[in-house]
């Protein structure tokens, strides 16, 4: 069973343009939604993440926005860059004082052409 | 943020020998690491998870005896590879649960090390 959804599977983008990536949950006690970029041959690296308290979250050119009734949250990169081409996944746990299992969406190939 | 050193990054190793890979929060301690297996193009599938000083916890499906996971102090997990097969070639990755505030935690990532068995 999936409990992380992220859609679309692939992306392309041209320079300057919006990014837009989203995942849907289904398990309703999660409550920390985080996002990786990975490069090939690369760990995930954290971007950016989001508490239920709050609706959207920008740092610099990324943003999340959540939407806790929908149970869905997604990735916006404004003003998408060629290094921003990488696979970015989506992801969702459970405040477990430490140990927080990350469930991860499916990823997005997300290209950047000039 | 954190750091989280991986190593090796790549390892090539004949079938039936045993490979280890470590994996190190550098600027933090870690009571809790994970392991994670990602095939190509494809998303993380978690192996087990490394608790200091106890036991590791594997996720159903995945030999406890293939992959010996070994977490000695807060700051130094490892896992190890036993005879290793062809199948057995992916890329590993581990991650450090970090505890910045009372508001939460964070995981971080290694760099994840490609293991080819040949």
């Known amino acids: 069973q999936q409990q992380v959804k992220q859609s679309p599977q692939s992306l392309i983008v041209q320079k300057g343009g919006i990014s837009i990536i989203n995942c849907a949950y289904e398990n309703t006690a999660f409550d920390y939604f985080p996002w990786y970029q990975q490069f090939p041959g690369k760990g995930p690296a954290l971007l950016i993440a989001?508490?239920?308290?709050?609706s959207e979250k920008k740092e610099g050119r990324f943003t999340i926005s959540f939407n806790k009734s929908a149970k869905q949250f997604s990735l916006h990169i404004m003003d998408s860059q060629p290094g921003d081409s990488a696979t970015y996944f989506c992801a969702a746990s459970i405040t477990n004082f430490g140990n927080e299992k990350l469930t991860f969406g499916t990823g997005t190939r997300l290209t950047i052409i000039p | 943020g954190a750091v989280v050193s991986q190593h090796p990054s790549r390892v090539i190793c004949k079938s039936g020998t045993s490979v280890k890979i470590e994996c190190r929060s550098l600027?933090?301690?870690?009571?809790?690491m994970f392991w994670y297996r990602q095939f190509p193009k494809q998303s993380l599938m978690l192996m087990a998870t490394?608790?200091?000083?106890?036991?590791?916890?594997?996720e159903q499906g995945v030999e406890k005896d293939k992959f010996l996971i070994n977490h000695a102090s807060l700051t130094l997990s490892t896992l190890t590879v036993t005879s290793a097969h062809p199948e057995d070639s992916s890329f590993y990755i581990c991650s450090a649960i970090y505890i910045p505030s009372e508001q939460g935690t964070e995981a971080f990532f290694g760099q994840g090390t490609r293991l080819t068995v040949v």
């Open positions: 490394s608790n200091e000083g106890s036991k590791a916890t594997y």
């Open positions: 989001i508490r239920p308290d709050v």
């Open positions: 600027d933090f301690q870690a009571t809790t």
